[in-house]
């Protein structure tokens, strides 16, 4: 069982930059892949972009491409989520997740993290 716990949101103005952190525990030989989501009031889940831990291929989302940056630390067995320009709209609970080789299947999710974007 993979334990997954976020952490770095907050609030931030418009157009300033958070970096949330996944650290992730348990048998993360079984994970492939790690995911960063969001889910705002009202809104289906949304993915955001995705990084295998071996050889560090990224996949994103058109709405995030070029704003947020997916990386990993194998060492620390830890993902991040880089955000810039953030946006009021990008307000939403993020989350982690393991997955899948093809980022098409994430079974472990972490607890989330508020990230609010207010002037």
């Known amino acids: 069982q993979v334990q997954l716990v976020e952490s770095g949101g907050g609030m931030v103005q418009p157009g300033g930059s958070l970096r949330l952190s996944c650290a992730s525990s348990?048998?993360?030989?079984?994970?492939?892949?790690m995911g960063w989501f969001r889910q705002a009031p009202g809104k289906e889940r949304e993915f955001l972009a995705a990084?295998?831990?071996?050889?560090?291929?990224?996949y994103y989302a058109d709405s995030v491409k070029g704003r947020f940056t997916i990386s990993r630390d194998n060492a620390k067995n830890t993902v991040y989520l880089q955000m810039n320009s953030l946006k009021p709209e990008d307000t939403a609970v993020y989350y982690c997740?393991?997955?899948?080789?093809?980022?098409?299947?994430?079974?472990?999710w972490g607890q989330g993290t508020q990230v609010t974007v207010s002037s």
């Open positions: 990084i295998r831990w071996s050889g560090g291929t990224t």
């Open positions: 348990g048998r993360t030989f079984s994970t492939d892949a």
């Open positions: 997740a393991a997955g899948s080789r093809d980022f098409t299947i994430f079974g472990s």
